[in-house]
């Protein structure tokens, strides 16, 4: 039984995906590099970051990732609050809540943006834990999961984890929990299913996972 979800927050609850292309695109047109279409950021983007960022023609050249972080966070932080909730996001939270469903949010944002970003949105309240990151360049997710799953003393058979990229799909696989991953973020689909066959096109599927895995309609130990 479902106990626990992990959430992954840009791109799975936030759609923020044209708004990291608007601003990698500023980034390219700096160093006098060709923009990229959304269907290649789809192709590209991935972590870690800096290997993204290379794929995408960005040089460090003159800027170092580490400024070049910085100027993006700057930029993105504030936009990322004019942004939209991915749809069916509220009426699924809102309905694993009622489930008794605790929900964690696991994200490679820095802490202080992401709760930020949280309350903004109004979402604080559907989720038990808020786990971001201790700083803008290191994405350390796995640690930080690993860490509170032991913490909380918490069986990982118990738990989905949700994201959008095939990073989130490894980060299930090293916490030991089941992922779930979403077409609707920064990775195509196509790139989603080379890792998973469990690749959802609405947020809302999740509930119906859930109630099946709930009604052992499902080995979930052959689908994960």
Known sequence: ???????????????????????????????????????????????????YYLKTGISFEHKSFEEMSIWFIEKYQPQSLEQSLHE????????LHKKGIKQIVLSASEQNNLLEQMNHYKITPYFDYILGTSDIINHNKEEVGLSFIEKHHINPKNCLY???????????????????LYSGGHQSISRLKLKTSLVIDKISDIIKIVNDMEKGEENHEEIF
Do not use: C, H
């Open 162 to 180: 949700i994201g959008d990229t095939i990073y989130d799909y490894d980060v299930a696989i090293k916490m030991g929990v089941y992922p779930v």
């Open 1 to 51: 039984m479902i106990k626990y979800i992990f959430w992954d927050f840009n791109g799975t609850i936030l759609d923020d995906r044209e708004l990291s292309l608007i601003l990698l695109n500023e980034m390219l047109e700096k160093q006098n590099k060709p923009s990229i279409t959304m269907e290649q950021y789809l192709e590209v983007f991935g972590f870690p970051i800096q290997d």
């Open 88 to 95: 069916g996001l509220l009426s699924t939270l809102k309905s």
